[in-house]
Structure formats: structure tokens, C-alpha cells
């Protein structure tokens, strides 16, 4: 849990500079900012405990292993804001990139011996081509990372200064211009490498190569340019640890916190704005919203726009031990350090997609998994780490929230059922053979569809970027920050915002630079 579950449980003031509404990473970020600046800040969180979707939880009764029950890996949030607001947190790199077994090999992918990695390519296709193109295409996404990563925390660009900024007409018309599968299947020629490179398009995002409308462009785009590298790191003591030391943050600097108060209206005359929560209201002189432009629109009695959908689900476990490849050529503890595909060909992760879209359970449902505690056992009891014991994450792909409309619980028990079974074809003994029990003798497994995801963080739709991700440069209807909104009042401050998505920090920044800078009609 978090540290904020003792936190007062009524505002102290009638009025305030800024209320934020939700208190998930990017609101505690507004909060603190705001606050070091010397702005009155009040921040109402609905739940017992600030964190959001950004939270580390003991998921298993008796069990002493803080799993990230939500988001689970760290690559958008920028230095600058764990710099500025002076947070105690860090992050591991991790060694292998990702691990995909197909019949009669692997492809590992090893970021520090990439001698290694050219022999698995070069086993897996008969050629040196495959690697090459692998070596080209990443160094112009590193390129492009390199620029636009810094230009997140700053004014929305145009798109034509943003253009500007990339200066690689290739790189710009490869990820921006046109559909991301045209530019993959120009680059490999291999299924299972076109596969694992389409993985980061499709990562909460409901859609396929040849989408016209580039949401898989986008997607991809914020997969890799994190940090300015596209690295995507273990958060040491999990994600709880990030969210707390910005709660404390929050705190130190002034503003103040109430948990366990839920926020049922705003209303705003241009100029001021009231927010109404449960047992009473307050004022403000903006009012920050960490929550989905869905919700927005609720609180504000406005009519909601297209409700989002969410196309993911999630997997925790705590295990006695790791479990035996099939493949006897990697260690276990490597396979599943890094990002270990199933069933993510680029043929199979299509066939996925035309069946959730037609509305059934994916045959063979795509997914991914990693190990946090091979990472940072901090996660762990000094007990279970001494007998071995890991967590696992999975992370599936093509899960979309109509799928579970009619039968939630049901459908969930049958997609981690067809799930799990990709797993276990490539491991030589059964996942459940391997599952810890909790105190009362249950398996430690638990799944989070996206309905829970709406049920239990708020999440419309279980959407985890709030909305279909957006372009990092100002359209005709966005302020200069991204954050804006109708009324100059009231700011997004979320993952719904333009450059949201992902556990960044960045909408939060974004957020109080535009109150503290100032937006048009304030």
C-alpha cells in the first residue's frame, strides 16, 4: 500500500490556487510543482491511497512480495522531473532486451553483446541481412528518440517545427507519414522479427499495421524515445516506490492531500471554478484533472466523447521458482529478464487482431512477460528471495473490452486459460507446476481484464493511456502546453493529455508549467 493511506480525509481550506483532481503519478507531479512554487495546492483522490495505476501491492494474502499491480516498467519519465522535484528513485537497466523461442531456437536479443545477438539472428533467418536491418532501422529510431524526447517537457511544437527537429525525411515518413507495417515489412523480411519490432505498436492499442489513422505509428512512437534511448527499465521497489516518493514530494513542498474522496462535479464561470466531492466543495483557480477526457466531461456535465477502449490484460504471479525452457540454449533467468514474446509473430499477432476484432477470444492470444525480481529482488521478503522465488508479469496483447461485455468474469477465465497455454508451449514443464500458494493455499495468479482496470483505477473503457495516443506536436484545437481545454480554468493533467500515456510524469509537468506560465484567456 501506499504511504498515503493515513492521510486527512477533509480539505482544510475553502479555496485553493490549484485542486487536482486524482492522485496518480502525473497528478502528484502537478502538485509538486505547484506547490515548490508556492501555490496553495489541494489534490482529492478517490482511493484510500495516492498512486493511481502507478502503485506497488502486496496481491497475495500472507504473502510478502510488492508486486506493480498495474504499469510495471519505466522508459517515458524524463530526468528532469525526478531531478527538479528531487526524488529518491531509481531504475535498473536490464541486460536482454527480449527473448522470443520459436521451434528449434530463440531469438535473444542482448543489449551489451551484440555478437550474440547477430549469431541468434543470423541462426534464425541463414543470413547477416536480417541483423543489418535490424542495426539501421533502431539507429534511426534512436535518432529520432534522441530529439524528440526533449521537446516533451517543453511548448507543443508544429508539426512542421517538429519535422524540423527529427531532420530524417526517412525516419519522418517512416514513422509519422505512413502506416508502421509498410515500414516493416520494407525493413525484415523475417515473420518473427517484423513481429517482435510490431509489438511496440500495438502495446495497449487496439489496432494493426496497415491502420490508416497511425494509431499504431503513434503507439510506437512513444514505445521508443523514452529517455532519449527507447530503454525500457525496472523501477527499484516497483512502481508504489515512484508514486510515493512523489506523494512525499508533494508533501514536503506544501500541498495537501485527501484520499478517499471522490470528486463529483466541476463547474467553472471562465474565470474561477468550484469542485464539488463528497461531504462538500472548494474553490480554485484551476482545477488540474488527472483523469480520462471521458471523465472530464462527466464532471463537468458536458456531453462525453467516444468512449475509449482498452485491449490489454494483465497478469501478476509469484512463483516457487522460475520455470524449464524447452529451449535448453538460454538460462531461465535470462529469458525472463528482459521481454520474453509469445505467440508476437507478425502473422500470428495479425490473425489476433482480425479475431478479437470480430468479436471472439484470440486462438492463440499474443503476449509478453518479464521477471521484476531478477532485477530488483528488493520486491521480495529476504525470505522468498533465499528460496528462489520470483514474480512474473504478463502483459496480453488484442484483449479489447468488447470481448467482455456480455461475460466478464468468463471471458477473462478463458482468455488467461488460452493465454497461459502459449506459455506453456514453449516451457518444458507447466506454468502451475511453478505458481507459489498464498496463505490459504491458493495459486498466486491474478488477471486484470479491462473492466477491472475501469472498476478498480478508473480507467474508461480500461483504457491505460486514457484515449488513442496522440502526436507530440499542437493541432488547431490544442493550447500551447497540450493540456489545455475549453475552459482556461481547467486543465488535463493525465495520460488522456497531448504527449499523455505511459507512467511519464509528463502531462503532470506540463500541466503546472502551463498554470505557472499562464494559457490563452488567463
Known sequence: MSSDSAASRAPKRSSYDAVIVGGGHNGLVA?????????????????????????????????????????????????????????????????????????????????????????GFARRTGSEREFAAWQRFYAMTQRVAERVFPTLTGPLPTRAELERIVDDPAAWEALFERPLGETVEAAFEDDLVRGIVLTDALIGTFTHAHDETLRQNRCFLYHVIGGGTGDWDVPVGGMGALTDALAGAARAAGAEIVTGC???????????????????????????????????????????????????????MLLRRLPRLRDTSVDPREAFAGTFHIAESYDELATAYEQAAAGSIPAAPPSEIYCHSLSDPSILSPALAGQGAHTLTLFG???????????PSGTKDALLKATLAQLDAVLAEPLADCLALDA????????????????????PGGHIFHRDLSWPYASPDTGPWGV????????????????????????GHNAAMAVLHGTPGT
Not at 276 to 285: C, L, N
Not at 397 to 407: E, I, K, Q, Y
Open 31 to 119: 502538485a509538486a510543482y505547484l506547490a515548490r512554487a508556492g501555490r496553495s495546492v489541494l489534490l482529492l483522490e478517490r482511493l484510500p491511497s495516492t498512486g493511481g495505476a502507478a502503485v506497488s501491492t502486496q496481491a497475495f494474502t500472507g504473502v510478502d512480495a510488492r508486486l506493480s499491480r498495474y504499469s510495471y516498467l519505466v522508459s517515458l519519465l524524463p530526468r528532469k522531473i525526478t531531478d527538479e522535484l528531487g526524488l529518491r528513485f531509481a531504475v535498473r537497466r536490464r541486460r536482454i532486451s527480449s527473448y522470443t523461442p520459436y521451434e528449434g531456437g530463440c531469438l535473444l536479443v542482448d543489449s551489451q553483446d551484440p555478437s550474440r545477438t547477430r549469431e
Open 262 to 316: 471522490e470528486v463529483t462535479g466541476i463547474a467553472t464561470d471562465g474565470g474561477r471554478a468550484e469542485v464539488s466531492f463528497e461531504g462538500g466543495r472548494v474553490g480554485a483557480g484551476h482545477v488540474l484533472v488527472n483523469a480520462a477526457p471521458h471523465t472530464l466531461a462527466g464532471l463537468l456535465g458536458e456531453p462525453a466523447p467516444p468512449r475509449p477502449e482498452g485491449a490489454q490484460l494483465k497478469v501478476n
Open 397 to 407: 496483447l488484442h484483449a479489447p473490452a468488447r470481448l467482455f461485455a456480455t461475460d
Open 440 to 459: 490459504d493455499g491458493r495459486p498466486c495468479i491474478e488477471a486484470k481484464s479491462p473492466p477491472d482496470l475501469e472498476r478498480e483505477v478508473g480507467l
Open 484 to 507: 489545455e481545454t475549453a475552459d482556461p480554468a481547467v486543465l488535463l493533467c493525465g495520460a488522456g493529455a497531448v504527449r499523455g500515456g505511459g507512467v511519464s510524469g509528463i502531462p
